[in-house]
């Protein structure tokens, strides 16, 4: 994978030991490939993109150092798609998730061939095998009914947890906070604040 990638390099300006130098880079590029395997990606599909890969490389890097845009992750996403909220269970899987979110698909907009037409979202938030609740702050609960734009990812949800691959085979994890739909928009339900136009998805 680190051969595939076409990227500029960092060059901090106070680094000046070329030995140092070549590291941060090799590091950089290490990074970058464990990153873009565990969304799924394969060094055919760098080379096979239009543009060399540039663009998934540089959403991926944006990634890493926290300043990807919406466009990033819907790059990176292999499962985006409008759908309503059908049902919300305490689920352990052994998979470090507590709690399953149930959608019925309304809009694909990037779904893997192999996920049916329900959806199941892992979420951490809930309460664990001893009775204890855990929330995290970005997982906004979700209200049944609504219709939330979700931009996630089957592969990463596999790659961090693949001993659990047999006991949900539809679920994914989100890469940012599902975003509420109103008419041909989406906006956050959480930070980061991102504002979709779905009439150009």
Request: charged share 20%.
């Amino acid at each position: 994978m680190v051969r595939a990638i076409d990227v500029v390099l960092p060059h901090p300006s106070a680094i000046d030991n070329p030995v140092q130098l070549e590291a941060i880079r090799n590091l950089y590029l290490v990074d970058i490939a464990q990153g873009l395997a565990s969304y799924g990606f394969k060094p055919g599909d760098l080379r096979s993109s239009a543009d060399g890969g540039s663009a998934i490389v540089e959403a991926m890097g944006n990634t890493l150092r926290g300043t990807a845009s919406v466009d990033d992750y819907l790059m990176l996403a292999d499962t985006v798609f409008v759908g309503t909220k059908q049902s919300e269970t305490n689920q352990l899987l052994d998979d470090q998730h507590r709690t399953t979110v149930g959608f019925q698909i309304t809009r694909e907009i990037k779904v893997p061939p192999n996920l049916k037409d329900t959806i199941d979202l892992r979420r951490r938030s809930g309460a664990g095998a001893g009775g204890e609740n855990l929330r995290i702050s970005t997982e906004v609960p979700l209200e049944d009914g609504q219709s939330y734009l979700i931009i996630g990812s089957r592969s990463l949800y596999q790659s961090e947890f693949s001993g659990n691959r047999g006991q949900c085979k539809n679920c994914i994890v989100e890469l940012i906070p599902a975003l509420v739909v109103d008419g041909d928009r989406a906006t956050s339900t959480a930070p980061p604040s991102f504002n979709v136009d779905l009439s150009s998805l």
